[in-house]
């Protein structure tokens, strides 16, 4: 297996369209006077698949920061995320458990959390490549705000994620070359992808040494 490894013009990459992220998520929320602060709630408890080896690539650039020891704290964690989360399906229920990198409240990969964790909250829309819009209304906490100001949800600002997930399509376009089609498709939660390891991909025939042809 050959690991799936970011290139720094990549990495730069990412960081630029998670800044935009960001960005747009503070706008709607300046507009709609909505905070975190005070929340009751943690929204590092929902359940999110994720679904780019850009992503899984990313997020291990920020484990491997960590020290040793908080490495395998983690990855403990994340074994116990994923049994969790077995035993709820089994119950026929959605999972609702804390993610395996939340320590005290806050998130220990912060720079390098991924798209879903930097654009849930805010009011946001996002168009499929078969036409087909998707409206995501936010997080309790700011329906309850936009019921108070608007008549019709519609008229509440929003994010738009088109134009930003377009250019995350790309990068990993451009990281997994055109071949892409036939890896496996990313459908993990972030426990998975600590316990799997790094993102890797069968290594390519004309990589793989040919120890018979040395004999």
Request: glycine share 6%; proline share 6%; charged share 30%.
């Amino acid at each position: 297996m050959k690991e799936v490894v970011l290139s720094k013009e990549l990495i730069g990459e990412i960081g630029r369209i998670y800044k935009e992220m960001e960005s747009g998520y503070d706008e709607v929320a300046r507009a709609l006077k909505f905070s975190c602060d005070g929340c009751p709630d943690n929204c590092c408890d929902s359940y999110f698949l994720h679904h780019t080896y850009t992503e899984w690539a990313y997020l291990w650039e920020g484990v491997r920061e960590l020290a040793e020891e908080k490495q395998l704290e983690l990855i403990e964690r994340a074994r116990q995320y994923i049994l969790e989360c077995a035993q709820a399906e089994a119950r026929d229920e959605r999972p609702q458990i804390m993610c395996p990198l939340n320590e005290q409240g806050r998130c220990l990969l912060y720079t390098h959390r991924l798209m879903v964790c930097r654009t849930h909250g805010v009011p946001a829309s996002m168009r499929r490549p078969d036409g087909q819009t998707l409206n995501f209304p936010g997080c309790f906490r700011c329906q309850k705000i936009v019921k108070k100001k608007f008549v019709h949800d519609s008229q509440a600002p929003h994010v738009e994620r088109t134009p930003l997930l377009q250019r995350l399509v790309a990068v990993e376009r451009e990281l997994m070359g055109e071949k892409i089609h036939l890896y496996p498709r990313v459908k993990l939660t972030i426990a998975q992808m600590l316990v799997k390891g790094p993102p890797a991909i069968p290594t390519p025939h004309c990589e793989r040494s040919d120890s018979k042809s040395n004999v």
